[in-house]
């Protein structure tokens, strides 16, 4: 990770931790360095609902047109989209401008080269050591100056692709969603009407800061409590930019990404359709999910935390199926990036080809309790070298043995430590996850 630029591009609070300054400066930067020998660079961009997309998409269409680049602009979409457009029309790069599940009041910058993956760490140094006014780069001038392209129709290419990747009739499904008032307000209802099904849909009127509120993938309890009272066949619930994925079955039960890569490995297994007989995980994925993959007799691979990290190992060593608890699943035969619609899309074409409910999918896998706590601290890097922290952290892993495991982990956006554990009682998971906190307070490094 850079200066500026973490595993999921830039992000913090809009005018504080990211500013117009720097998205002008990013735009610059990426609209010079495509636009070569008189050509006009080709550049997507996209951002989610939140109330500051329009101020730093403006932003970064300044920057980018003043150094030469045509900006075409396709508005609100989900950030798999800008992936697959890059691809289908052959963009130099693309830009997203969201914050994920993040609240309103942050937003990010996101870069895709022009494979539609993720920007390569070469050109992020060099954009931030133009951010660093450590290097110039000229003004586009006379004929060179860019312009803005109106690109909007295009998200209809993008759903049309969608539809087009499963093999599945909906008709007579009935499904809620939860668009999270983000990014999967622009499509994801149409394009499941299209396909036959009866859709309800809640958290679908975007007003600028209510993106993520107490709804969408991190907050799903609403659409848990309306697939409990209503008559829906699958509930499927989006975060911010509609690139997670969380699902809710018949009786209002979550079903996460590792419950997403248990079906989907069980399934493409038993079809000779998982390449080497391998899941790609990170490691956040439940110790019960690992133990159920045994038993079905499927590899698994594991990575650090980011869809960056897991696609990477996929493209490695030729895994076609990878992912995160948090929804963030990758079908490298489709796409290069997670995408929350692709994911609901091929959980349906599972349940239509076995004629299984969601909560049918999901048998065979016992997920441990698992308790999550994130610690504010002074400073992410002195925390996870403290001696006492590490001991305390040491003495867990003996004590769980084989029957849990703790991890301990930084955010890659956020002054935060993440303390994990995973055990057979819930009581087991609040006792040590507490223990290493009152540590990291002892220590004096957390913020209170």
């Known amino acids: 990770m850079g200066k500026y630029f973490g595993t999921d591009g830039v992000r913090g609070k809009a005018n504080s931790v990211l500013t117009v300054d720097m998205a002008v400066k990013i735009g610059k930067y990426i609209g010079n360095y495509y636009s070569k020998e008189g050509r006009h ?30 900006v075409y602009v396709v508005g609100t979409c989900p950030t798999p989209c800008i992936s697959y457009l890059i691809n289908k029309d052959n963009f130099d790069c693309g830009v997203m ?23 390569e760490e070469s ?29 909007k129709d295009s998200l209809s290419l993008y759903e049309n692709w969608l539809k087009n990747l499963v093999d599945c009739d909906l ?32 958290h679908s009127n975007p007003d600028g800061i209510n993106i993520n509120t107490n709804c969408g993938s ?5 659409l848990q409590e309306l697939m409990r009272t209503g008559k829906y066949d699958v509930g499927f619930a989006f975060d911010g930019d509609a690139d997670r994925l969380i699902a809710v079955d018949e009786t209002g039960e979550l079903f996460d990404g590792d419950h997403i890569l248990y079906a989907c490995g069980n399934f493409y ?42 696609f990477e190992c996929m493209e490695n060593n030729d895994y ?35 004629k299984k409910t969601l909560g049918q999918l999901k048998q065979g896998l016992d997920i441990y309790p698992q308790l999550l706590v994130n610690v504010r601290v002074h400073d992410k890097d002195s925390t996870m070298s403290n001696e006492n922290v590490l001991a305390k952290v040491d003495e867990v892993k003996e004590m769980l043995g084989d029957n849990g495991r ?25 006792k040590y996850v507490y223990e290493v906190i009152d540590v990291i307070k002892e220590e004096g490094l957390s913020i209170e």
Request: charged share 25%; aromatic share 6%.
């Open 41 to 70: 660079a080709r550049i997507a961009i996209g951002k989610d609902t939140r109330l500051s997309s329009d101020m730093f998409e403006s932003a970064i269409i300044a920057g980018a047109t003043s150094t030469g680049a045509n």
């Open 123 to 151: 050109i992020i140094e060099l954009i931030e050591a133009y951010m660093d006014d450590k290097v110039e780069i000229e003004y586009a001038m006379n004929e060179m100056i860019g312009t803005y392209i109106d690109y």
């Open 218 to 222: 991190t907050h799903p309890e609403d």
């Open 171 to 202: 008709t007579g499904m009935h499904i809620a969603l939860d668009l999270s008032n983000g990014s999967a307000t622009s499509c994801a209802k149409d394009t499941l009407k299209d396909l036959g099904a009866k859709v309800k849909v809640i």
């Open 406 to 430: 703790i991890l301990v982990r930084t955010s890659g956006t956020e002054p935060l430590i993440r303390v994990m554990v995973e055990a057979d009682a819930d009581e087991t998971c609040h």
């Open 97 to 119: 401008i969201s914050a994920s599940h993040n609240p309103y009041y942050d937003n990010g910058i996101k870069l895709f080269n022009s494979d539609g993956k993720k920007m």
């Open 269 to 310: 297994a038993s079809r000779g359709e998982l390449n080497k007989n391998t899941i790609v995980t990170t490691i956040m994925a439940n110790l019960g999910f690992y133990k159920a993959m045994e038993r079905a007799g499927i590899n698994t691979a594991q990575t650090a935390v980011g869809d960056k990290y897991v």
């Open 320 to 354: 076609s199926i990878g992912g995160e608890q948090s929804g963030h699943i990758i079908f490298k035969k489709h796409a290069v990036t997670g995408d929350g619609l692709l994911s609901a899309l091929k959980l349906l074409e599972i349940m239509t080809h076995t």
